[in-house]
Structures are given as C-alpha cells and as structure tokens.
C-alpha cells in the first residue's frame, strides 16, 4: 500500500487558527498522525492512498487548495512573519502583505518573494520574482532570479505595490513562454526580459534613488518565547521537522481561547 503526499500553501506564511484547525482535522481523520513544514513556509503531510477520497471530498467542503505528489505551484514567502518582532521598514505594515497577497488572481508557477528589506529572518533572493522593499513608500525593488540558474537581474525601475500581482503574471509568463533565452543558460539577458514587459497602465514610474541596501546577516531566534515591547512570542521548532497533530490541535485551541487569530510558519521550518 502506497502513500501520498499532500501539500497545501499557506500564501505568505500565514494562516487562521481556525483554518489550521480545520486542516488538521481532515488530515488525522484521513490517517495522518504529524505534518511538517518547507522552506517555503507551506505545509505538508502524508496519508495512504486509500484515504485520499475521504480527504479529497473534506477538502472541497472546506474549499481548501492543495496538490497531490506535487509541487507545480510555489507558495509565496514573506516577511510578514517577522512584522513587530524584528526591525521592519517604517511603511510596510500587515495591510500591505495581506492587500498584495490577497490581489493574486492567479497561480503562480514559479517562486514569488515578498520580503522586507530591514530584516534577515526570511531569505531575500529564494524566490525566482523577488520584491524587496525600497525605502519609498509602497514601491519594491524587483529581482529576477532566472529558473534554474544563479542569475539575478535587478529590474531598473521599482514596482508599485497595488502592481505587484500583474508584474508577477507577466514576468512569470515571459520566462516560461521563452524557456531557450532565459532559464538554464549560461548567460540570461536580463535587460531583454524587462525590454519584453511592457509598462502597466497607469502605474507611476519610479526610479531607484539609490542601490539596494541589505542589512548584515545574523542567524536569526526562530524558537522558544522571546520579548518584544510589552508582549511575548513563541517560536515553536523540532528538530525531526515533524509536528504532531495532537499538539498542533491543542495549540490551536489554546490559540483561540486565548484570541490568537494567526499561526505563522518561516523558512526555518518552524511556528510563530
């Protein structure tokens, strides 16, 4: 008897006590005893196949996306997780992350980063579409890592952020439609790239004022309680990467009762 693999994205290492939950509940009654989380801030588990149509038919109740052996739609990182709790840019607030990722029309096929330029705790260039905060209000620097490859092009102008989504479409769509000239050669053109996006409409053009400007990196605390202001957060790691889901539920109901409305997952495989 075989098993399957169950991955479900969490855009931009976020999701609702209540839908965790609710996810959690369909996994064990489909068999599954732990989940385990990637470095992309999505979450995983395993099941027997003959549970899949069980979980299949909760999963369309509760209008949960997910794939089955696969990996063909990256989730979006970001740094949402280290808002308050780590130095962040002064304009870039949950109101940003949660209006960009929820602007997503469409499924992206390849990896889209979401990262704010004062921290290290999320990776700034894993993704293949990488915005990175600029000091100017609501605009972004773009990165493009090329598929396959450890080119990084950085776009000439900034990206807006209500124009976030529809840059992703088209930059996703010319590097896939042109596979020969960009991804896994040993030089991509990167100018050409930006030459083939033609400019959004009503988008405000910005240029940069300066380079790019990185913090030094430190490896960040990812677990136990940690103080910041007058609160307190909780990292949760273990090192088998494997978290039970009789914990996991507990800690739910402990997130409830208690007016926690949000669990995040980081690159470090862990929980906040």
Same mark, same amino acid.
């Given at each position: ?13 976020? @999701? ?9 509940? /369909? ?20 099941? =027997? ?15 949960? /996306?997910? #794939? ?28 940003v992350y949660k209006d960009i990722l929820d602007s997503f029309s469409f499924t992206p096929k390849l990896k889209i980063n979401l990262v704010d330029s004062s921290q290290t705790f999320i990776p ?10 600029? =000091? ?7 990165? @493009? ?13 900034? @990206? ?5 989504? =529809?840059?992703?479409?088209?930059? #996703? ?13 040993? /030089? ?34 990812? =677990? ?21 889901? @009789? ?5 739910? /109901? ?19």
């Amino acid at each position: 008897m075989s098993n399957v693999n169950i991955k479900i994205n969490l855009p931009g290492g976020i @999701v609702s006590t209540g839908d965790l939950q609710s996810i959690l509940f /369909a996994a064990e009654s489909a068999g599954a005893s732990s989940i385990r989380f990637g470095n992309r801030q999505q979450l995983y588990f395993e099941i =027997e196949e003959e549970q899949l149509e069980d979980l299949q038919h909760q999963f369309f109740v509760s209008d949960t /996306a997910y #794939e089955i052996n696969a990996n063909n739609s990256p989730n979006i990182v970001s740094s949402y997780v280290s808002e308050d709790i780590f130095d962040s840019t002064g304009w870039l607030r949950e109101g940003v992350y949660k209006d960009i990722l929820d602007s997503f029309s469409f499924t992206p096929k390849l990896k889209i980063n979401l990262v704010d330029s004062s921290q290290t705790f999320i990776p700034f260039f894993t993704g293949n579409i990488n915005f990175i905060s600029a =000091e100017l209000s609501n605009y972004w620097y773009l990165y @493009v890592r090329f598929p396959k490859t450890n080119h990084i092009y950085c776009w000439s102008t900034l @990206v807006y952020s209500e124009d976030i989504c =529809e840059m992703s479409k088209r930059v #996703e769509l010319a590097l896939l439609d042109h596979d020969d000239l960009f991804n896994d050669t040993k /030089a991509p053109n990167g100018q050409l790239l930006e030459e083939m996006i033609p400019p959004l409409s009503g988008s405000i053009r910005q240029t940069p004022h300066s380079a790019l400007q990185l913090p030094y990196f430190q490896i960040p605390c990812y =677990e136990g309680f940690n103080k910041y202001g007058e609160h307190y957060w909780l990292g949760i790691y273990r090192r088998s990467e494997r978290f039970p889901i @009789v914990f996991l539920k507990d800690l739910c /109901a402990i997130s409830i009762q208690s007016r926690v409305g949000q669990i995040h997952t980081t690159p470090w495989r862990s929980i906040l």
